[in-house]
């Protein structure tokens, strides 16, 4: 078993010989620094941060894409000053001052005081969190007391859906 994320404008084509199962949707925040002029808010249009330098993921990444293809739906491309592939590294920096980052609700569940997290709005952004498996397995007793276990703990999170 695997337990992987996808995020919506990153699709990956379907693997022969994987069964999927959907856990959670889980939103896509953008981080900023409490002295934005933007922090005050629960949302931001991404068209509203054209102009900000962004932290962004490493080269090629899902993460990277995302924020590329993001910021390209809203009208322009990001203005990249620093990239990492460590979401603490990239809330790190947003803490420090030097730009703004897209991450996940789960790498971003205890920010530090100077950091707020906004609901990107105009597009929305996500990622599916799901559990992916050989076909058959599911039917083993302990993969399917696992996948219940995943099912009911990712239920519980504070997510878009489950």
Same mark, same amino acid.
């Given at each position: 078993m695997a337990l992987a994320g996808e %995020?919506?404008?990153?699709?990956?084509?379907?693997?022969?010989?994987?069964?999927?199962?959907?856990?959670?949707?889980?939103?896509? /925040?953008?981080?900023?620094? $409490?002295?934005?002029?933007?922090?005050?808010?629960?949302?931001? /249009?991404?068209s509203d941060l054209r102009t900000e330098q962004w932290i962004a993921p490493a080269t090629g990444s899902s993460c990277a894409l995302l924020l590329e293809r993001s910021c390209a739906n809203a009208g322009y491309e990001p203005h990249v000053v620093a990239r990492c592939a460590d979401f603490a590294m990239a809330i790190a920096?947003?803490?420090? *001052?030097? *730009?703004?980052?897209?991450?996940?609700?789960? $790498?971003?569940?205890?920010?530090?005081?100077?950091?707020?997290?906004?609901? $990107?709005?105009?597009?929305?952004?996500?990622?599916?969190? %799901?559990?992916?498996?050989?076909?058959?397995?599911?039917?083993?007793?302990?993969?399917a007391c696992l996948l219940d276990a995943l099912t009911a703990q990712a239920q519980r999170l504070p997510l878009l859906v489950s």
């Open positions: %995020y919506a404008l990153t699709p990956r084509r379907a693997q022969v010989g994987v069964e999927r199962l959907d856990l959670a949707i889980e939103p896509v /925040h953008v981080a900023v620094p $409490a002295s934005h002029p933007l922090a005050g808010g629960h949302s931001v /249009h991404l920096l947003v803490d420090a *001052g030097h *730009g703004v980052a897209l991450l996940p609700a789960c $790498a971003a569940t205890d920010p530090p005081a100077l950091v707020r997290l906004l609901q $990107a709005v105009d597009p929305p952004i996500h990622r599916t969190l %799901y559990a992916a498996t050989r076909p058959g397995t599911r039917r083993q007793a302990l993969v």
